[in-house]
């Protein structure tokens, strides 16, 4: 009896010590934007996190760029932001300024995300006033993506990697007229990254190094740009920003209405880590190719230059901290993990993994490994990230006065380009 009496004190204390010991559980939530194929990767990524820590529960949401901005300036309004969040290179400043990102440093010093294989300027990326609030998803460049088909039934020789804008526009008014289709599928006018490439190209950063002004006193460059745009959309060589919105998807990152995807367009711009997105929306029996975009004739130098497709952050409204480095630093190193990613986010920051993938890529994986490794070797040095009024200059000056009022035919190139520096000047100026 004794023995007995015994033996279930024994159970019992075990039973105690086990409850004891289970694992907390954990939920956190992750917000990102991005298409339909980035959605379903990331999904199966979570899935796979959670299948091997069945304590943590991770709740999702993703929306189209510009909507996912709203979202999230909402969220951290109310004090609800997700515990990880997607961030992008133009708006980190600003995040960090209003202090809601947290810093990772502690995360990286005690090994719980694992840096150790990644290169210091991808790190550097990611730091404001030597913190890290950011980690890199992939390397990126802005890239132009060719339908090599369209230019073959054209009888048109693909361009050199280093071709220029007056080349550009010849080959996209020759497609046109060889094939009844657009040269380029629209976008310049949409994304202000052409405002940014026009200056690199010339030698000039965008913005100073303190941001609190523009580098640049002469619109001339801006101008002569949006003035090639509106003579290919008058050539019917590109669609007009109408059409490009209505037709063919605009921002709202449907990617299967994408001119180039339903072979409307041989030609579009597009940032490398949109590329396998792309061709995989195509469909099969398609080929592209992935240069360069222009450059200026005068000085040859690159617009490309290479950036953080987008980075990961831990917000500072989350209460699950070390969780959420925990998922950072599964999905930076883990191979299995970013074999399903697919290098959709660009390519991988981690040696290990990147070598990984290269031996199972896709063929336009292999495409876009091929023009990331050019671009390292031909590229503008990286700006520093935007300042934290980017966004507003973005949302209200570029946006109202490029996107819509210049090809809406209510400004000219040169008044607009005069506003948007003038306005943009006002703003960075401000206390």
Not at 44 to 73: C, R
Not at 91 to 113: A, D
Not at 243 to 271: C, H, P, R
């Amino acid at each position: 009896m004794k023995r007995k009496v015994i033996a279930l004190l024994c159970l019992a204390l075990i039973a105690l010590a086990g409850a004891f010991g289970q694992t907390k559980k954990v939920e956190l939530k992750f917000a990102w934007w991005g298409s339909q194929v980035r959605h379903e990767a990331t999904i199966q990524v979570i899935e796979l996190y959670q299948k091997l820590h069945p304590n943590v529960s991770i709740s999702y949401e993703f929306a189209g760029f510009d909507d996912f901005w709203m979202k999230m300036t909402t969220m951290a309004a109310g004090g609800q932001l997700p515990d990880i969040m997607q961030q992008d290179y133009s708006r980190i400043t600003e995040w960090q300024s209003r202090n809601l990102l947290e810093p990772l440093n502690p995360f990286v010093q005690n090994k719980t995300i694992n840096l150790s294989d990644v290169a210091k300027p991808i790190l550097d990326s990611g730091t404001i006033n030597d913190k890290l609030y950011a980690i890199s998803a992939g390397s990126n460049s802005y890239a132009m993506m060719l339908d090599v088909d369209a230019f073959k039934k054209a009888g048109i020789p693909l361009p050199s990697q280093d071709w220029t804008w007056e080349e550009f526009e010849k080959i996209a008014l020759q497609l046109h007229e060889k094939l009844g289709i657009y040269g380029i599928g629209g976008g310049f006018e949409v994304d202000e990254l052409a405002w940014k490439a026009n200056y690199l190209s010339d030698g000039q950063f965008l913005y100073s190094d303190d941001g609190k002004s523009l580098t640049y006193k002469d619109d001339t460059l801006l101008v002569n740009f949006l003035k090639m745009l509106q003579r290919l959309i008058k050539a019917g060589a590109a669609p007009t920003y109408q059409e490009y919105m209505s037709t063919f998807g605009g921002t709202t990152g449907n990617v299967q209405m994408d001119a180039i995807v339903t072979g409307k367009s041989a030609i579009e711009a597009v940032w490398s880590n949109q590329v396998v997105t792309v061709a995989t929306a195509a469909g099969s029996g398609r080929n592209f190719a992935v240069i360069h975009i222009p450059r200026h004739k005068k000085t040859g130098l690159p617009g490309n230059f290479l950036k953080p497709s987008m980075f990961l952050s831990i917000t500072s409204q989350s209460k699950n901290k070390e969780e959420a480095a925990k998922f950072i630093d599964f999905w930076t190193n883990s191979v299995e993990a970013n074999l399903i990613l697919n290098a959709e986010r660009g390519v991988p920051i981690s040696a290990k993994v990147r070598d990984a993938l290269k031996q199972t890529v896709s063929p336009i994986n292999k495409v876009v490994f091929e023009y990331m490794d050019r671009v390292a070797k031909d590229a503008a040095p990286t700006p520093p990230p935007e300042p934290a009024r980017h966004a507003e200059i973005r949302a209200n000056v570029y946006v109202p006065l490029i996107r819509e009022q210049v090809f809406y035919g209510v400004l000219t190139p040169e008044e607009a380009a005069r506003q948007l520096r003038i306005q943009a000047m006002e703003i960075l100026k401000r206390p």
